[in-house]
């Protein structure tokens, strides 16, 4: 059973607009999230990250969204460029565990 | 700044025979996770070390272990190889409570 899910395989979006990626997950001991951004056989670069006692982070283009009460967590890139194809891999963390579960991902085309 | 270093980055081998994968984390960094990666699937976590223990195990198949040194690198030592065992293996470090980041990965093909 997936702990942590992204519904949605792929996504494209128009140059300059924005993206949403998303990310839900059930195990409610995941205190720590995390967005990765991987291209093919690379490993996966960290992206930006968001604790469970917040509900915002932003980073230059990025920000990611915490709704704990929904489980749901969002990754925002605006606005978005074509360097930013890539797949994006939500990831969960609990604060007693040394394991990072991982979501499917999202394959993100931007069109130019 | 300093990054994971994976080693090699690319290693064929023939089926039945052994492998040794490496990982040098950040320096300070306390947590090793090693991961899996199939064509076309997710990461599957392997096994984590914590101040140079076993810390959590995954989908890690008896064949393989993994053990991490007095200077925190990381070996994942792979034995009797299968075909199916090719794929993208990845080591990630980090700190507790702060980001993991990843190495390149270390390409294993078995012919």
């Known amino acids: 059973d997936q702990q942590v899910k992204q519904n949605s395989p792929s996504l494209s979006v128009q140059e300059g607009r924005i993206s949403i990626l998303n990310c839900d997950y059930t195990n409610s001991m995941f205190d720590y999230f995390l967005w990765y951004k991987k291209y093919p056989a690379e490993g996966p670069t960290f992206l930006i990250s968001i604790s469970s006692i917040k509900d915002k982070n932003e980073d230059g283009r990025f920000t990611v969204f915490l709704n704990k009460s929904a489980k749901h967590l969002s990754l925002h890139i605006v606005p978005s460029q074509p360097g930013d194809s890539a797949v994006y891999f939500c990831a969960a963390l609990s604060g007693s565990a040394r394991q990072l579960t991982f979501g499917s991902g999202t394959q993100l085309t931007v069109l130019p | ?111």
């Open chain 2, 1 to 111: 700044a300093a990054g994971v270093i994976q080693s090699p980055r690319h290693l064929i081998k023939e089926k039945r025979e052994t492998a040794t994968l490496k990982c040098y984390p950040i320096p300070r960094h306390d947590t090793v996770y090693w991961y899996q990666q199939g064509p076309g699937q997710d990461p599957q976590f392997l096994i984590s070390f914590y101040e140079k223990m076993q810390s959590d195990k995954g989908s890690i198949p008896d064949r393989f272990s993994a053990q991490q040194f007095s200077d925190y690198h990381s070996e994942l030592n792979m034995s009797s190889l299968e075909l199916g065992d090719s794929a993208l293996y990845f080591c990630a470090s980090s700190s507790l409570g702060s980001e993991a980041f990843f190495g390149q990965g270390t390409r294993l093909t078995v012919v």
